[in-house]
């Protein structure tokens, strides 16, 4: 097979796995062009929220309602009115047999993600926990809820408190089934609520469900200083979020966050192709995650989620860890000894201290792996190539025995391990090249690494110092 | 093995076209973002998967992009490489969810078996994981942008930072390891 032919069938192989939905992405692109805050990822899963003050004060919302009833003899009479909050509102109404009346997106960005569904037309008549299970999947594939902190919100309303208990009940476990369907870590926050005519008439105005307006209302009630209109704007992330920390004050909101964010940079809005706002209002300081990526750089700001304030090493640690960082254009790559230098240095080493250094290349980023050694521990740090940032670093303590030196009777010498590894390839010494022998210290042991080339390949083998022993060994392909 | 008829690979899609396109979308063309998938989608998801190793959340992030590609349009400068561009939101966009989900998820039978793949043949799956599954990081994105965007060796190393030098010897060894493994397996 020639370089051609294999390539071809590489080219079909990406372009048949390649997705075919556009119809997904224009449903995607209906609105706010140019304004898009993405909520997504996942880390680690946090299912099911209800522990704590937040389940508490949803809890407290459990209002067993009376009267009503006089309809529900009529299939077109809405018995239950259901709605999905998560920045996007959604609600359905369903009849005593639980069919869907009506859904209708109740802000712009619940009607952007019901457009492939007709707007919620396309649901009607279908079963409440098929629909909601389709919305739910559109949340999905629109990129909400699948942060590792986001959230959504069902609320239940219905006057008949067993039924609307039930069908709490059964949409948190529908949802719960989608989410883990889907690898999805976001919360699932559930509600039972009662009608209120002055609530629903203020839900109205700002756009969301009465159950959102619930859980705005709730936080009222813990901190009257607060604005329930502005409150209404935030995710029931941050709502959520602002329930577990007593809600002591204002969030500036996902857009402030990253309007403070260009303003510190001196960007515009236009000059950055890609950016994602995620608040952390439940961390020790409350603040928002705002990552920008600029000229092919990522960044990452941590704005006070009350004072606006951009901050500067006020990251949790999860935050703080650079994970692959993209390496920096025009800038040289590090060398060996570059590389060495900077790890030595930060483990406060003499800087003539031995090392030995190699490249990765791991998550998408290129580094050097740089380990060695003092009298009573071992190191291992990882550089990025392109900026030197230390990437991670490890210290581990020599066991007692690691810090002696090896009886001569512990070790067996170099030209015992290279005549192990030669007997293992086969090879005799003059059939290889580039034959390198070196002592080194590995998880408190004394090894020799064995490399050499013979015949197209590549060799390497760590060899126990003290038996002679193969501990690993490797052929691969000699470019 | 079977024989397979080499046919000349198709030409990278025209710079002048996808600025073009790149220019109806930064105006909220519906139709010119149509166009631009059916032109870039395989480039983008050769990156995505490049990075991802799994072709469904290479499927996930392939439209995230095109929809970030609809709202980052207007930032496009006509100076530039359009499909570098679309590539490097691509790749950033890759990297980004591969650190939230802190490791590359490898693709077993029943994945590739629920695959949605329609027209993807017993050779090509063979081929793309064997690519996926034998190939280091920087040897599997270069292979595989190189069969599957059209960008040069060169671009494909100013694009992931890397040497041309280094770009030609990652890609020959992986070509040689990936005919190594095939062959092999069809022998």
């Known amino acids: 097979m020639t370089d051609e032919e294999l390539e071809l069938r590489l080219k079909n192989a990406v372009e048949h796995t390649a997705p075919d939905d556009l119809d997904a992405i224009l449903a995607r692109c209906g609105t706010g062009k140019g304004n898009v805050i993405d909520m997504k990822e996942t880390a680690k899963k946090r299912k099911h929220w209800t522990k704590g003050l937040v389940a508490a004060c949803l809890a407290a919302l459990l209002i067993v309602g009376g009267g009503g009833g006089l309809f529900y003899q009529q299939a077109y009479a809405v018995a239950s009115v259901i709605s999905l909050d998560v920045n996007p509102s959604i609600e359905l109404t369903v009849n005593k047999s639980e069919k869907v009346l009506s859904c209708k997106g109740l802000n712009e960005e619940g009607i952007t993600v019901l457009a492939d569904m007709g707007g919620g037309a396309d649901l009607k008549g279908a079963k409440l926990d098929v629909a909601v299970n389709a919305i739910v999947g559109a949340l999905v594939r629109n990129g909400y809820l699948d942060n590792l902190d986001s959230a959504i919100l069902i609320s239940v309303e219905d006057s008949d408190a067993d039924r609307g208990a039930r069908l709490q009940q059964e949409l948190v476990a529908s949802v719960d089934g989608v989410l883990q369907t889907a690898e999805n870590s976001a919360s699932v926050l559930s509600q039972s609520v009662a009608a209120d005519k002055a609530l629903d008439s203020r839900a109205q105005q700002n756009n969301i469900s009465t159950g959102k307006a619930y859980l705005v209302d709730q936080i009222v009630a813990m901190n009257g200083a607060l604005d329930f209109n502005a409150l209404a704007a935030l995710s029931v992330e941050e709502l959520r979020d602002l329930i577990q920390i007593g809600a002591p004050d204002m969030p500036i909101g996902q857009d402030a966050a990253l309007e403070a964010v260009l303003d510190y940079a001196g960007l515009g809005r236009d000059q950055v192709p890609y950016y994602d706002v995620d608040p952390e209002l439940d961390e020790p300081t409350p603040y928002y995650d705002v990552e920008l990526v600029i000229d092919g750089r990522e960044q990452d700001y941590g704005v006070h989620a009350f004072t606006g304030e951009v901050l500067q090493g006020v990251k949790t640690p999860s935050v703080m860890n650079p994970g692959p960082a993209l390496p920096q254009a025009d800038t040289p790559a590090l060398t060996e000894a570059e590389a060495a230098a900077i790890a030595l240095a930060d483990a406060g080493v003499a800087g003539d201290t031995p090392a030995l250094s190699k490249q990765d290349w791991d998550d998408g980023a290129l580094h050097w792996d740089v380990e060695f050694r003092d009298e009573t521990s071992e190191y291992d740090y990882e550089i990025d190539a392109a900026t030197g940032a230390i990437l991670s670093s490890q210290k581990e303590a020599l066991p007692m025995a690691a810090t002696q030196a090896p009886a001569s009777g512990g070790d067996i010498g170099e030209d015992a391990a290279l005549a192990a590894a030669l007997d293992h390839a086969g090879l005799t010494q003059d059939q290889v090249s580039r034959l390198k022998c070196q002592k080194d210290f590995d998880d408190g042991r004394t090894e020799y690494e064995v490399e050499f080339k013979s015949g197209g390949y590549e060799y390497e083998y760590t060899i126990d110092a003290a038996t002679g022993a193969i501990l690993d060994h490797e052929r691969d392909f000699d470019d | ?187």
């Not at chain 2, 499909?83 to 939101?89: E, G, Q, V």
């Open chain 2, 1 to 187: 093995m079977q024989q397979e008829t080499a046919k000349p690979l198709e030409p990278s899609p025209d710079r002048a076209r996808l600025e073009t396109l790149l220019a109806g979308v930064a105006q909220g063309d519906r139709e010119a973002l149509a166009d631009l998938y059916a032109a870039a989608k395989g480039a983008v998801h050769a990156m995505a998967l490049g990075i991802l190793k799994n072709a469904q959340d290479a499927q996930d992030v392939t439209q995230d992009v095109f929809v970030r590609i609809w709202d980052a349009a207007g930032t496009y400068r006509p100076q530039g490489s359009p499909m570098a561009w679309m590539l490097t939101i691509a790749r950033n966009m890759a990297l980004m969810r591969l650190r939230q989900a802190g490791r590359t998820r490898p693709m077993e039978d029943a994945d590739w078996d629920t695959l949605p793949a329609p027209g993807l043949s017993p050779e090509e799956r063979m081929a793309l994981r064997a690519a996926l599954s034998s190939l280091t990081d920087a040897e599997r994105q270069i292979v595989l942008l190189h069969a599957a965007s059209g960008l040069k060796h060169r671009e494909i190393g100013q694009l992931l930072d890397l040497p041309l030098a280094t770009v030609l010897s990652k890609y020959h060894r992986a070509m040689k390891k990936l005919r190594a493994q095939l062959e092999g397996d069809d022998a």
